[in-house]
């Protein structure tokens, strides 16, 4: 049901980041599509369930790649889709969403709110409510990169993923846990986004009142019970990064891999970054998860200062 | 015989360069694999057929990707690489053929003193020279970008090519003209290196004195005649671009593909930028052949003005 542009992403080796990281570190790059994130992967699921049972019309919240992708996905298919989007994420994302011919609808406040928005649109209309992270095809869909590592025979000993909403991390964690368990499944959060890590390590869902990170894709305060549930299955560990090393890993990324990255992508190299140790030696699989970027923030991320340490 | 890393690539529409350039575009992505660019594909044939032949050495010229590519495929094998290369190449490609292992030797001159040299080297020290384009294996490895494009059901009308010595143009050139004849061919050179492009053209070969371009990777002063046979065979048409067109292609690539490319990877939206007529409401394939720049002028590139028009 997915289609193949967004599936079989590039997987492989980066040695030119290895020296200033002290790990092995293979990439899988889920940016070269046409929404330039993973998030096809699931929505392509949801849109071809929706058809299938006749649905015309769909709705969600979304932080930027999500609405992008179902906007994508439904176009192709027919299907009519609302995204209800926090006006403060990126403008690009923003771009995107409407040229792909969602109806966009933006709420003075955060993916929460906007989820609670989409909620209430979708009651309204009487349309289908796609819920990243709850709904298991958007958590299947990101699974399937599980599945693409597990095929390639793995010399790698540790995944990480960045911990939004959880449907990459449930997703791909499922997956590891099932046909490579000895591969360590770590997630990744940014301090300033911390509530499912949180949770996580508390075993209970905990908010947080306010967020405050550059990496917008995964800054939610309210996690989904069911969602921490399965990743209580599957996570080996949930850490969180500083600022700085988000920064510092968007840098490594363009200076030694060519790679252009949104902050969310750039989550697992801040944390091998803020954990040498803990990592030295290891081979190391980090998904560069979206490239979806507002330029002017770009710029000013790769030109603060040289790559440093942080 | 090629490593799958550098197989199966990223081929995808990116609708968000098309309003700027009055077409439809698909990038073929060759730079999501260990060494930045499409050279691999024909160094793995290169190495392989060496090994299975009892050879321990070889011996290429490279602007740079070549020697990369090769160092990689002959260290894996066992092979001892010498690369020579112009000590005016960019610092990065320099720098990683030697963290691959391979012996690099610089020359106090450009890519063609190069080829000068490592046929001596070849000649002394007895062992095998790797001449790109020239040899089959390395048109061959690039060859199998077109049968990718060939299997992708292609709904594209055009592919746009980066010329240099021709093994990327006769190798995807020979594939489209024998699976895909409706597809026109259209080879891209810089007017600061416009050799092959003038030698097709004239349909003899022609040199120039001496290059004058940003995109290094195709910077050759004297076509190999037997390549250009194979090019006029193969190429419905050859385009001369300004320098200040590849500029306006790799800022583009990045505002709105988000790809970090190098000027050789840029010829083919530089092409589109100077022929909109020609282009407008056609399918373009650009085929985005490497990305290994130097930090420095990447940022010169990308920073010198607001994305314009050539």
Redesign the interface.
């Known amino acids: 049901m997915i289609d193949p ?1 967004f599936l ?9 980041l290895e020296p200033d990281l002290g790990c092995s570190v293979s ?1 899988k ?1 889920e ?4 929404v ?1 994130s993973f998030k096809a992967r699931g929505t392509e699921l949801v849109a071809s369930l929706l058809v299938d049972n006749g649905a015309r019309a769909a709705v969600c919240a979304s932080a930027g790649n999500l609405g992008q992708a179902l906007a994508w996905s439904g176009r192709r298919r027919g299907l009519d889709v609302t995204v209800v989007a926090s006006r403060f994420a990126p403008a690009t994302k923003l771009h ?1 969403i409407r ?2 011919d969602a109806r966009l609808e933006l709420v003075d406040g955060d993916f929460d709110l906007a989820r609670e928005r989409a909620a209430a649109v979708a009651r309204h209309d009487g349309i289908r409510l796609v819920e990243d992270s709850l709904d298991i095809e958007t958590c299947e869909g990101a699974a399937t990169i599980g599945l693409e590592l597990v095929d390639a025979a793995p010399s790698f000993d540790t995944v990480l993923i960045a911990l939004g909403g959880g449907a990459m991390a449930t997703g791909v964690g499922h997956v590891m846990k099932a046909l490579a368990p000895d591969v360590e499944v770590i997630c990744v959060q940014p301090l300033g986004a911390p509530a499912m890590t949180r949770s996580w390590h508390q075993r209970r869902v905990v908010t947080t009142e306010s967020t405050n990170t550059i990496a917008d894709g995964v800054a939610g305060r309210r996690p989904i019970p069911a969602v921490l549930d399965d990743l209580l299955v599957v996570a080996d560990d949930a850490v969180l990064v500083q600022e700085a090393s988000i920064i510092n890993g968007i840098r490594m990324l ?2 030694h891999a ?3 990255v949104e902050p969310s992508a750039a989550l697992g190299i801040a944390a091998i970054l803020e954990n040498r140790d803990r990592f030295a030696g290891r081979h190391v699989v980090t998904i560069v998860c979206g ?3 507002d ?1 002017d923030a770009y ?1 000013r991320w790769i ?1 603060a200062a040289p790559t440093g340490r942080p």
């Open positions: 542009t079989d992403t590039p997987l492989y080796r980066c040695e030119a990439i790059l940016t070269a599509n046409p330039r995107r040229a792909l363009l200076d060519g790679l252009v490239s979806n970027v330029l710029h030109g």
